[in-house]
T-cell receptor, first 114, second 109 residues
Framework: KAGVTQTPRYLIKTRGQQVTLSCSPISGHRSVSWYQQTPGQGLQFLFE???????NKGNFPGRFSGRQFSNSRSEMNVSTLELGDSALYLC?????????????FGPGTRLTVT | QKEVEQNSGPLSVPEGAIASLNCTYS??????FFWYRQYSGKSPELIMSIYSNGDKEDGRFTAQLNKASQYVSLLIRDSQPSDSATYLC?????????FGTGTRLQVFP
């Protein structure tokens, strides 16, 4: 079974621009969660989508948004990029929403904001 | 107090030894606990999950959970240089996973 895929793998953007990242979950998985990973803060939860609905949201500003499509693929958008948004963005898929949450991560998108 | 705490390390152990990685959490209501391994430059990989008090073994890995003490640990027996990585503890919190910042493990020959 193919794993979680994320595109693009690397991205360089300028402050003020916006960016859209894509995630395709493992086949049959309906829950997609997004995380931001930085050396200082570690892995921080952004949001989770299940059946095209946002189920949960972390403590990130409204510039961070997402959506999920009927085929469970998910996109994450960051508007008005700031230097501090430079990070590894990871998505993780799970068969179901809720506890327990065995999540499987994609390879990530490395975003650099200059 | 952080919700999930881990010693950042590095924890250095010789090849063949037992590596012991520890994690404490603050939410007494947490029911699900996970250990992820992350190699440098790679994404986290799920290696163990544990839901009940006690030990759970899988190959060279043993996860231990003590809910009364709010403590979860991971033991790696017969450590190999290929085990050198950062190990992340994750705990469920109101229907989302909270991750610790990880413990870097170094296994030297």
């Amino acid at each position: 079974k193919a794993g979680v895929t994320q595109t693009p793998r690397y991205l360089i953007k300028t402050r003020g621009q916006q960016v859209t990242l894509s995630c395709s979950p493992i086949s049959g998985h309906r829950s997609v969660s997004w995380y931001q990973q930085t050396p200082g803060q570690g892995l921080q939860f952004l949001f989770e989508y299940f059946s095209e609905t946002q189920r949960n949201k972390g403590n990130f500003p409204g510039r961070f948004s997402g959506r999920q499509f009927s085929n469970s693929r998910s996109e994450m958008n960051v508007s008005t990029l700031e230097l501090g948004d430079s990070a590894l963005y990871l998505c993780a898929s799970s068969p179901v929403a809720g506890v327990p949450k065995e999540q499987y991560f994609g390879p990530g998108t490395r975003l650099t904001v200059t | 107090q952080k919700e999930v705490e881990q010693n950042s390390g590095p924890l250095s152990v010789p090849e063949g030894a037992i590596a012991s990685l520890n994690c404490t959490y603050s939410d007494r209501g947490s029911q699900s606990f996970f250990w992820y391994r992350q190699y440098s430059g790679k994404s986290p990989e799920l290696i163990m999950s544990i839901y009940s008090n006690g030990d759970k073994e899988d190959g060279r890995f043993t996860a231990q959970l003590n809910k009364a003490s709010q403590y979860v640990s991971l033991l790696i027996r017969d450590s190999q240089p290929s085990d050198s990585a950062t190990y992340l503890c994750a705990v469920d919190n109101t229907d989302k996973l909270i991750f610790g910042t990880g413990t870097r493990l170094q296994v030297f020959p």
